[in-house]
């Protein structure tokens, strides 16, 4: 079985920067650099402002906007409320921005879907959709996307970047359901007597201003349990802007939208979404993605919902079965239910049904190791893609010194839970240009296309860049049993 190796290498760009907020530690710092700026006649903030707009440009698109915002954002540390000109205003801004290198030390953990916009293709040829996971200052996660064509000859062509990478509008959850808030409340262990009476005073659909509002004034009416309760309240806030969106307009190319950490369960990064193109019974259509939320501490499965990958919804998952990395998405309903592959304790691979796509509540063992490069740990490598002959699921298995190969399983199409075939030699190994990296020996995907009867596959190589192979689908599952 011979994989065929593109040689086409992605790999991280320093020069691909976006704007950031950048907030001195303490209040009173904050307002001693306002204070300097303040300082300056308005000469020298001109002089000072049309500097970092001369060093600068060329750089981002609409920098005068985000250093209004950060002005606005910054404003309430004034001592007074006279105006300011617009060139204070943006200078100020300008001293709480800081440029962020998404790329500067990793791209990789691609994942491959088709195209929304299949239009002015050549007869054969699919323009996909790859996200990968981008590794910058701080070791933070964000994802970054690439856009590019499979020809009908398997030729992969990569569209060239956008210079610019910009920042979404944020908008939090514009309402929330009170059932489904009350049920998220219980599966994160949240639900009490006080957090049931703050929803019971709540209508069925309520704002996030008015829930933190509730829960600000059940805590003064409970004041004798102020510091029991103010926890708890943290907690639940914490949960509502935990879902959130993200939009972008079409005049922004693909590759120049970013999803970087928003929520509190984010902060320290978002890793590996595996998308998968998800088609429901009514015959309409969505991507979701399914990442790992990482807060510093705890790792967090969490979803991600979009149509045309300008407005992103990001959702909590809930449930017992919520648990560990890895979870992938069936790209349909089985037999009436969503499915999920997933890894519960990290070394096995799982298989979890549910009637609603945000609680996941039973699981049930699919597979364990069986070959010795598998011995360590396995899991999926993305959603699993309906062929003729069954579930084709890509796993990874971890060997002997922490090496990370990938391999293949076919599932019954109408039963995922009986393992038709799997390969017992890996598909594809590191070899001796793709084990060199920030971690050495591995290489790994999070999700594959078919296209002309291959197997297309991104990968990335020892958590560094990113690299395509191709295989044909035949060869492929005549090699399992």
């Not at 303490?26 to 700026?37: A, E, H, L």
Request: hydrophobic share 35%.
């Amino acid at each position: 079985m011979q994989i065929q190796r593109t040689g086409i290498v992605l790999s991280p760009n320093k020069q691909r920067v976006v704007l950031r907020p950048f907030q001195p530690p303490g209040d009173d710092r904050v307002m001693r650099v306002i204070g300097r700026v303040c300082t300056l006649s308005e000469q020298e903030v001109d002089h000072q402002l049309a500097h970092v707009l001369e060093e600068f440009h060329g750089r981002h698109q609409k920098p005068k906007a985000f250093f209004e915002q950060r002005y606005r954002d910054i404003r309430h540390h004034l001592f007074t409320d006279n105006p300011l000109s617009e060139n204070r205003r943006l200078l100020l801004g300008a001293y709480f921005t800081q440029e962020y290198a998404l790329e500067s030390a990793a791209l990789f953990n691609p994942s491959l879907v088709w195209h929304p916009d299949q239009r002015n293709l050549p007869q054969g040829a699919r323009r996909f959709a790859m996200s990968l996971r981008s590794v910058g200052e701080g070791h933070i996660s964000s994802i970054v996307f690439r856009s590019g064509t499979i020809h009908s000859d398997l030729q992969i062509t990569i569209d060239e970047p956008s210079r610019f990478v910009t920042t979404p509008r944020f908008v939090l959850d514009a309402c929330y359901e009170n059932d489904l808030f009350r049920r998220k409340l219980i599966e994160l262990n949240l639900g009490t007597p006080f957090t049931y009476e703050v929803l019971a005073e709540l209508p069925e659909e309520f704002t996030l201003e008015r829930l933190e509002t509730r829960l600000r004034a059940s805590l003064r009416e409970r004041r004798s349990h102020h510091n029991e309760l103010a926890p708890l309240v943290d907690k639940v806030i914490m949960l509502a802007k935990s879902n959130y969106e993200i939009q972008y307009t079409p005049e922004h190319e693909l590759s120049e939208r970013l999803i970087f950490p928003f929520s509190p369960t984010e902060t320290n990064g978002i890793e590996d979404a595996r998308f998968v193109h998800f088609f429901d019974d009514d015959g309409s259509s969505r991507y979701y993605a399914t990442y790992s939320a990482y807060d510093g501490q705890m790792v967090l499965p969490q979803l991600l919902e979009t149509k045309d990958f300008l407005r992103f919804k990001m959702h909590t998952l809930n449930g017992p079965a919520v648990s560990n990395k890895g979870m992938a998405l069936f790209p349909r309903k089985i037999n009436g239910h969503y499915a999920m592959l997933g890894r519960q304790d990290g070394e096995h691979l799982y298989l979890m049904y549910s009637d609603m796509i945000y609680f996941w509540h039973t699981y049930e063992l699919l597979t364990k190791p069986a070959n010795p490069w598998e011995y360590v740990q396995m899991g999926n490598c993305g959603s699993p893609i309906e062929t003729d002959a069954g579930w084709l699921v890509l796993t990874h298995g971890v060997g002997a010194m922490r090496k990370y190969c990938i391999g293949a399983m076919l599932l019954d199409i109408n039963d995922p839970s009986i393992i038709l075939a799997r390969l017992h030699e890996p598909l594809i190994t590191p070899n001796e240009v793709e084990r060199e990296g920030y971690v050495p020996n591995v290489v790994y995907t999070c999700g594959a296309i078919v296209h002309q009867n291959h197997l297309v596959i991104p990968y990335a190589m020892s958590d560094y860049a990113t690299t395509f192979a191709t295989i044909e689908l035949p060869t492929l599952l005549a090699a399992m049993s």
